[in-house]
């Protein structure tokens, strides 16, 4: 059993205590990982700004990220394998992920290309006729990345990449469940030729990390992928520093009565179990015109029964096991709690230990857990409705915001969820779960603060500094 240490300025340190790392197919202990202390906290911030006072130049830090990405491709099937392990995800979906964050680290680097600014017309203004002005984007230092269990590898990237190219150095700290992907971030940038300092990485308990990294003051950016309470203890803790906050979402899908029912009720139970649901934009809620709505439920409950819920390490297997037999345990609480309010399972519903059946539900009322909070299992909901503006309104009653999903041949009818819909991204004929790695991804309400994706991520770990000669 190997034993993983934390990565400090270039250097592997192991703990005197560790935590296990366990298959979540077979309960097994695979490895074990060192617990960071507050002491840890201390050594990576000042490996962080020794590392700072040698900047990378623009171009260097491209060609690191970009060696880091062939890296990932070489070296695919071993990561995935472990993506296998620690999350449970199925081995395509790991090879899906892999290839993911390698086009994350591509579009990072080429981020730390085009690190710009703009000319402010500063000779318009009343005596100032001899003054040129223009900004210049800057490092905001040291950033602190907080990431899932769901996506380690991916949302791991879409933090590192953007922060590197921007020119910070990063602390990095993973989800507890997830912690081999890390290792191998760290071993990948470390090949890749990135200095000592640039990336450290913290493994241990959230709550007890994320209080000392909240009071370390020379952090200047919080970029955090997680639950909305930690997320708003975070925000609560950061003062005056900035943080970007991907946070819940139970997200909704729109079928208006001119959608090609089959193909679209496909794509929405694909959308809904993958990753076991575990997902932050899985397709939760289905709101179907009620002309189609039984056409629909029996198509959607076809194609779940093809579904495979097995071995995640096989090449067939669709629906692996939950991250935590307690989260199945919970998910198959809320289901039962819902079928006691009157909702009605038309597949699934059964759990065997981390595994939970793919489910669909119908006859659910809006105040039920699987249709208000996130579920974040393979639980979908499919509701009817009358007119466009009563679905809309039904979507937009949720906490949440981060996207939807609309399929409808009319223009009338998209454009009107383009305008009414309260979310941070409306997907027009496909589902709520469409994200590429070079959009602009968040939310609005207890979805998030801020945007993924490389582009708009540099820009918010970076600040905007002003520049005026006056000739």
Not at 24 to 34: D, F, L, N, P, R
Not at 56 to 61: D, G, H, V
Not at 108 to 124: D, F, Q, W, Y
Not at 217 to 246: C, D, M, N, Q
Request: charged share 20%.
């Amino acid at each position: 059993m190997k034993a993983y240490g934390l990565w400090i300025d270039g250097k592997w340190c192991l703990t005197k205590e560790s935590s296990p790392v366990v298959d979540k197919a077979t309960g097994e202990t695979v490895a074990t990982i060192s617990v960071a202390e507050e002491e840890h906290v201390f050594q990576a911030v000042e490996a962080s700004e020794k590392a700072l006072l040698t900047p990378i130049e623009p171009y260097q830090r491209y060609e690191i990220i970009m060696e880091a990405s062939r890296i990932l491709q070489r070296d695919a099937q071993k990561i995935a394998a472990d993506l296998c392990i620690e999350v449970g995800k199925p081995l395509k979906e790991a090879l899906g992920e892999v290839g993911r964050a390698r086009q994350t680290l591509i579009l990072s680097a080429e981020e730390a290309k085009r690190m710009t600014g703009e000319m402010v017309p500063l000779a318009g203004a009343p005596n100032c006729g001899k003054r040129i002005a223009f900004t210049k984007r800057v490092p905001v230092g040291i950033v602190c990345a907080i990431t899932p269990f769901n996506f380690p590898l991916n949302l791991a990237c879409h933090k590192l990449g953007p922060a590197l190219a921007a020119g910070n150095a990063v602390i990095y700290k993973p989800a507890t469940a997830t912690p081999l992907t890390a290792m191998w971030l760290c071993k990948v940038f470390e090949e890749a030729g990135l200095p000592a300092g640039y990336l450290n990485m913290l493994t241990g308990s959230g709550a007890r990390l994320g209080e000392w990294l909240t009071q370390e003051p020379r952090i200047g950016f919080y970029s955090f992928t997680g639950s909305p309470a930690v997320g708003k203890t975070l925000l609560a803790k950061a003062g005056f520093r900035r943080v970007s906050l991907e946070l819940g979402s139970n997200s909704a899908n729109i079928v208006h009565e001119d959608a090609p029912v089959a193909s679209v009720a496909e794509l929405c139970m694909r959308h809904a179990f993958a990753n076991a649901g575990q997902v932050c934009i899985s397709c939760q809620r289905v709101y179907v015109h009620r002309d189609i709505f039984q056409e629909f439920c029996n198509a959607a409950v076809t194609f779940t029964k093809t579904l495979k819920v097995g071995n995640p390490k096989e090449n067939e297997t669709d629906i692996g096991p939950m991250i935590h037999e307690q989260e199945a345990q919970r998910a198959e609480a809320w289901v039962q709690e819902a079928v006691a309010e009157g909702a009605r399972v038309l597949t699934g519903g059964k759990r065997d230990k981390a595994w939970y059946e793919p489910t669909i539900l119908t006859q659910v009322s809006s105040d039920m857990k699987v249709v208000c909070q996130e579920t974040f299992a393979p639980i979908v909901s499919v509701i009817p409705y009358d007119t466009i503006a009563e679905a809309v309104k039904q979507v937009n009653d949720s906490v949440y915001g981060l996207q939807a999903g609309v399929f409808t041949k009319s223009i009338e009818t998209a454009n009107y969820c383009i305008e009414a819909l309260h979310v941070g991204g409306v997907i027009i004929n496909d589902g709520a779960t469409f994200r590429t790695d070079n959009m602009p991804y968040g939310g609005v309400k207890e979805s998030g603060i801020g945007r993924e994706g490389p582009q708009y991520a540099v820009r918010e770990m970076t600040e905007e500094k002003l520049v005026v000669f006056n000739m």
